[in-house]
DNA sequence: TATAAAAGTGAGTAATCACTCACCTGCGAA
DNA sequence: TTCGCAGGTGAGTGATTACTCACTTTTATA
């Protein structure tokens, strides 16, 4: 099984359903939207990409714009998957004693899902600004639930001292910045470039402990 | 004159080369590329909001490309002009003695530009990764010219004992992330949110001092 | 093995695309 | 007054677009 096929297989919970057709449908999708974006990616050169009919795409997605919101929605709920879990902050507590132990566990974990799944990030950051639709899945998700756990965790290490007292959404915001600051100059923009990622990973965290320290 | 002349006038320095219509086409055109995204945006489109014939678009630019890159090209001149000035080095180590104040009276500077050009600033982020010729652009002036200069200013504040001694790239890295950050969550993410601009501003800047002091 | 449903096909369609061109208009120089 | 020319026009161009549909092939089930 190729590697593009393991990232179709983890997106798609019932992969298994998805014809042999389909999955090439989605990978060429993918790479092409990835590259060229949405809008100047055309179907006739999704089909040739993937090997099959244009008819064949239509056949599974009623438009162009389907087959984007099937392709983005489920890596959304992927990325924002850890916030969701049921008693994240029982589970959280009990592992972090310290918030650098847990920001630095989130952070690994999370950059590695996105390091397997750039193509889907990219097409993610690019195509929001412009779909309504994915626009109004973001907000409700992760402006009400993603942010609203990331204000009690906030707010919890604050009450143990171990964190700058401070708007929570302040701190969010600067923590967001430095960490996606750190991937998309990584993975997006130098990409080429030779990276220590451990070192490179470890003072991104001793910036947000230092910064943030009472 | 509007604020959307104003806007044009400030970016092109032959401004009062451009005639009425080749001025309401720009705007229109930055109009609609910030909104819907340059693939998506039709001349027909742009020619119907700028009240003149779809012909008159093709009389100034040759093709849409072109329309693009005379609006995006000055932009990024614009953004990294102070960069650019001759003797940066000596007039920033006689008026700042601190990096902090450095640092301050540069972000001030710079997203006081970022403010007044938005429409602009958004067009540059989302069409760079797709305009090879636009990202050659970026390349060659960012990735050299600033790039350099920001070295030699992290390399002064780190001889002088005010920046931790750490490559001048992650410093870089870690200070366009909350600087670009802020201003992303700012005007992009949540431009209708509430927001204490001054306070939010000198949050970020401790962040940052915090962060990079020895 | 027979049968129906699902998957797959590719020629065809109307709409839209970026761009052209022959023509018109207003204005400054000769 | 005449001329040249840049600015402006909009109907027209071939190419491409997302999508449809009548049809064939494959697959699952009984």
Redesign the interface.
């Known amino acids: 099984m190729s590697q593009q096929d393991k990232m179709i297989e983890e997106l798609f919970h019932n992969a298994d359903e998805l014809t042999e057709k389909q999955k090439k449908i989605v990978a060429a999708a993918i790479d092409s939207f990835a590259e060229?974006?949405f809008?100047?990616t055309s179907t006739s050169e999704i089909a040739k990409k993937a090997g099959v009919a244009e008819g064949t795409i239509f056949r599974h997605y009623k438009t162009k714009k389907d087959l984007l919101v099937a392709i983005v929605a489920p890596t959304m709920a992927k990325l924002i998957a850890p916030f969701v879990i049921k008693d994240l902050n029982k589970v959280l507590h009990q592992d972090f004693e310290r918030f650098e132990d847990f920001i630095k566990a989130f952070i690994e974990n999370r950059i590695k899902f996105l390091k397997n799944n750039m193509p889907l990030f990219?097409i993610l950051i690019?195509e929001i600004?412009?779909q309504p639709e994915l626009r109004e899945q973001f907000k409700e998700h992760i402006a009400q639930k993603v942010f609203e756990r990331l204000r009690q965790i906030v707010e919890h290490y604050q009450a143990k001292g171990q964190i700058i007292e401070?708007p929570s959404d302040?701190v969010i915001?600067?923590a967001?910045?430095?960490i996606?600051?750190?991937i998309i100059?990584r993975y997006?923009l130098a990409p080429e470039a030779e990276w220590d990622d451990d070192t490179?990973i470890e003072?991104?965290i001793?910036?947000?402990m230092?910064?943030?320290?009472p």
């Open positions: 060229k974006g809008a100047a990219r690019q600004p412009f401070m302040t915001r600067m967001a910045s430095t996606f600051g750190y100059a997006l490179e003072r991104t001793q910036l947000l230092n910064g943030l320290s």
